[in-house]
Structures are given as structure tokens and as C-alpha cells.
């Protein structure tokens, strides 16, 4: 700053025969001088990952005034109707803009235009286009986002819609008379094939399942795998995944890929997620799911593979992993919440006392805060209707929302929010093959008792923003 300032006013500048200043150079000297004592560091992008690159903002309300934002970043008013705008690129530089504030934000029709003095007159300038835009309540994703993170979208995306993109593909195929000789056949082997049932997992693709890819997909959250205690491979297992959340995001992570690690935490053990019956009759996508090692969650196929195959022929070193809650429990996702439909969920138990299968409890920190959703205790008659279509269809259809591939706010991708499954200790179990309905409700008080454990002694580690408590519900 020069010892000896210019003069501001137009009159003395022209007395001195300097040229007028600028509208620009003016407001910034006035915002300046008025805001030199403040030293307020400009907001940053902030959240989980593993570069440098700008992080996703925070999650926000859904209802919300509009704001003046650009890129995610709120801006400053002065006292003289005059819009700051800090920016912070990655390395710390900072570009500090100055623009006239929109009238539309005041809910005045118009506003003085700023003028420019010359010495033949005044010049007045209108208003500066594309002011709008730039308090949009939707946040945009930056464009120097790097490509890693570009690569674990398009992941996440691939498996949310991989269900609409097979399916879409198949119908595709069949407008094109040249593969009806194919297509003919497969239809029918479909109709008749036992592969997501038979229990002998012969479609399981290892090469698929520790692809690279799926470690884009697990670091988009990032998502991580704890064990609480090594489990021998001597003995065939029952894994219950809590919660099931809107799309169980955690479970296909933890045991459809080994983007955590599952065969190094739990060596010897071939573990399965059962997944509905009804998706292995969907057309390319049951193909897709048997290379991933996914079988049915019907009783069948959960006795077929507990009891053939592993080292012994009968199941040995064999795990299955159920979400437990299924797809009632999905209604209750909301976020900061866990609220487990697991009281009257017995099966399982029924299941593993038959089998001789231990139970082993997975607690999944964070997989309700994936989406957001329509609230029960808002939209009563919605809620009612998903659990009617849930009992006469067997599944419903959460009314959920996230974020999306270029914002933060609209749209059906996850938020990057971290997930952490935790694996708890088995509970032991003795083969009946009738099981008695005492030892059930035994075994099933032991179960809630190690989910009840593992959330007392990891809530403080994963889950600090929880507002509520576990709860058991139904």
C-alpha cells in the first residue's frame, strides 16, 4: 500500500488530472477499508477422502433460504449493497471478486445501478447478467475434481443402476431380430435354471469379485472392515447384517468384494449375501450376480449352501450373510438413526440351530446416513402404503434422495459419508434338527446382547454424530 494515497473523489482526481477511478477499484478500497480488522478465513470444502482434492460440503437441510453461493461457497455482503466473493483453490490461493447484489435477493423490483464518472458525464451500468445463478440452492461439484474421485462415481453409479442398465440392455437386444435365435433359448434357461439356489456357488467369479474396480467403490464413502475376533474355518457361519439401510451399501462392500479385505480377515471362509429369489429371473443381471457370488435368500438355498460344499463336503468353513431387517427395516432408514427391526426376526436363528451354523452380528456404523428419506412421521398415508406393498409383494420402495454426480443435493448417489462394518463375536450354537423354541429365544437373546455390546463399545468411535439410541423395533 502506497504512503501517499490517491484520492478517491472524482472532483479533486480531476482537479489533479489523474484518470477517474473505476467502479471496481473503488469498491474494493471501500470493502477493504471497512473490513482490514476482520481476518475471517473463506469456507472450505470439507469431508472424508484419501487425496487433496476439494471436498464434498456438508450435508444440508432440505428446506433452506436461498444463499449466496459460487462452487459451494457462501458469500459476504457489505454495507454498501456490494457482494464479496472468496474462493480458495486447493493450493490456498485466494481470488476475491466484487459484484453489484442482485435486486432479486432484497425482494426489491429495482436497485441503483452503479455509475461511472467521466468528465463528459455520468455513465450507468444495468444489471450484471447471470447473477442469478450463482445463489442456486443447488450445489455444484467443481470442475477440478481429480479423477480418482470421477472413477469412484462412476462405480457407485454402475452398481445403483446396474439393475436398470442389464435390464434395459436385454430389451435392447431383443429389438434386434439377429440375436432372437439366441435370446430365445436363454430366456428359457432362465426360466428353469436352480444356479441362485443349488447352494454350489459354481458361477462364483473370483477374478470379479478382487477386481480393482471395487476398491474405487469402497473409497468413495470410504467404507472399512473390523473384526472383532478371528473365526476358525472349522466351523460354517451365519453372518446378520444391521442395519439393511436403503441399499445395503456396506454389505456388497464387505462380502460380495475384497475391497476390505474379508479373505484376509477371515481366512478359510467362503461367505455368501443372499439376496432376494425374484433377482435371479431378471434377464443379464442374475448372470452378473451369480459372478459376484450372490445366491438366494430363500430357505433352500440357505440350507443347500450350509450344508454342501467347504472342506468336509457338508458345509465346513462355508458362511452365509442375511440382512436381517430386510426390506421392512429400509423404511426406518434414517439418518443418525438405527432403529433394527429385529425383535421378532427369528428365523435366522431357527436357521443356524438346524444347520449347526454360529451367529455372528455385523453392526454397520453410518449406513443409514448414506440417503436421505421421506419421514414416517410426516407423510403418514406414503408410509402406509409402502408397508402394503411390502406385504403383498414381499419388497417396497423407499422415497429416498441423496446427492448426484455433478452436485450435493439432488439425485440418487450416496453420500460420502464414512462406513465402518464391524464384525462381532459368534455365538455358538448346537445342531438340532428340530430346534426347540426356548433355545431359540436363548440363542436370539445372545445375539441382541453382542449387537448391543458392539454399539455400546464403537458408537463413540463411528458413530459421534448419532442422535439416538440402538432400538429394537418389531
Excluded at 454498501?80 to 425482494?107: A, C, R
Excluded at 440375436?179 to 435354471?193: D, M
Excluded at 464384525?423 to 436363548?442: F, L, N, S, T
Amino acid at each position: 500500500m502506497s504512503l501517499n494515497a490517491e484520492p478517491s473523489q472524482p472532483e479533486v482526481r480531476e482537479e489533479q488530472h489523474l484518470p477517474p477511478k473505476t467502479y471496481v477499484e473503488a469498491a474494493v478500497e471501500n470493502v477493504n477499508g471497512g473490513s482490514e480488522k476482520e481476518n475471517t478465513a473463506p469456507s472450505q470444502y470439507i469431508g472424508q477422502g484419501e487425496d487433496d482434492a476439494p471436498r464434498s460440503p456438508l450435508r444440508k437441510p432440505h428446506k433452506r433460504n436461498g444463499s449466496l453461493r459460487v462452487n459451494g461457497l457462501r458469500s459476504k455482503t457489505s454495507a454498501q449493497s456490494l457482494l464479496v466473493e472468496k474462493f480458495q483453490d486447493k493450493d490456498g490461493e485466494h481470488l476475491t471478486s466484487i459484484n453489484p447484489l442482485d435486486s432479486e435477493d432484497s425482494g426489491q423490483q429495482t436497485q441503483k445501478s452503479p455509475s461511472r464518472r467521466t468528465g463528459g458525464g455520468e455513465l450507468v451500468s444495468g444489471r450484471r447478467a447471470g447473477a442469478g445463478w450463482e445463489r442456486s440452492g443447488i450445489r455444484w461439484a467443481p470442475l477440478n475434481v481429480p479423477l480418482k474421485r470421477r472413477l469412484q462415481t462412476l462405480v457407485v453409479l454402475w452398481h445403483t443402476l446396474s439393475i436398470v442398465i442389464l435390464l434395459t440392455t436385454f430389451f435392447f437386444l431383443c429389438a434386434i431380430p439377429i440375436f432372437w435365435p439366441l435370446l430365445f433359448p436363454y430366456v428359457l434357461y432362465l426360466l428353469f435354471s436352480t444356479a441362485g439356489h443349488s447352494g454350489t456357488l459354481s458361477r462364483r467369479s473370483q477374478l470379479l469379485r478382487s477386481s480393482p474396480i471395487w476398491s474405487l467403490f469402497a473409497s468413495y464413502f470410504p467404507a472399512r472392515l473390523h473384526r472383532s475376533q478371528v473365526l476358525p474355518p472349522t466351523r460354517k457361519y451365519i453372518f446378520g447384517y444391521h442395519p439393511h439401510g436403503i441399499i445395503s451399501h456396506g454389505a456388497f462392500a464387505a462380502f460380495v468384494t475384497e475391497a476390505l479385505g474379508f479373505a484376509q480377515l477371515f481366512p478359510g471362509i467362503t461367505n455368501t449375501l443372499l439376496t432376494l429369489d425374484s433377482n435371479f429371473r431378471i434377464p443379464l443381471y442374475r448372470d452378473y450376480a451369480l459372478a459376484l457370488g450372490l445366491a438366494s435368500v430363500s430357505r433352500e438355498s440357505c440350507e443347500n449352501i450350509l450344508s454342501k460344499g467347504g472342506a468336509n463336503g457338508e458345509g465346513m468353513g462355508r458362511a452365509i450373510t442375511i440382512v436381517v431387517g430386510g426390506a421392512r427395516e429400509s423404511l426406518d432408514a434414517q439418518p443418525n438413526t438405527l432403529r433394527l427391526v429385529l425383535k421378532r426376526r427369528k428365523g435366522f436363528v431357527k436357521l443356524g440351530i438346524r444347520t449347526g451354523a454360529d451367529l455372528v452380528p455385523v453392526l454397520a456404523f453410518g449406513e443409514n446416513n448414506l440417503y436421505d428419506q421421506v419421514q414416517p412421521e410426516t407423510h403418514p398415508v406414503m408410509h402406509k402404503t409402502q408397508l402394503v406393498v411390502k406385504k403383498a409383494l414381499g419388497f417396497t420402495v423407499p422415497l429416498f434422495h441423496a446427492r448426484g454426480v455433478f452436485n450435493y443435493d439432488v439425485g440418487m448417489m450416496p453420500y460420502r459419508t464414512p462406513l465402518n462394518v464391524v464384525v462381532g463375536r459368534p455365538i455358538k450354537v448346537a445342531q438340532q434338527k428340530v430346534p426347540d423354541e426356548a433355545y431359540v429365544d436363548e440363542i436370539h437373546g445372545l445375539y441382541v446382547a453382542e449387537l448391543e455390546r458392539l454399539w455400546r463399545e464403537w458408537r463413540g468411535e463411528f458413530a459421534k454424530g448419532m442422535t439416538g439410541d440402538l432400538e429394537f423395533v418389531e
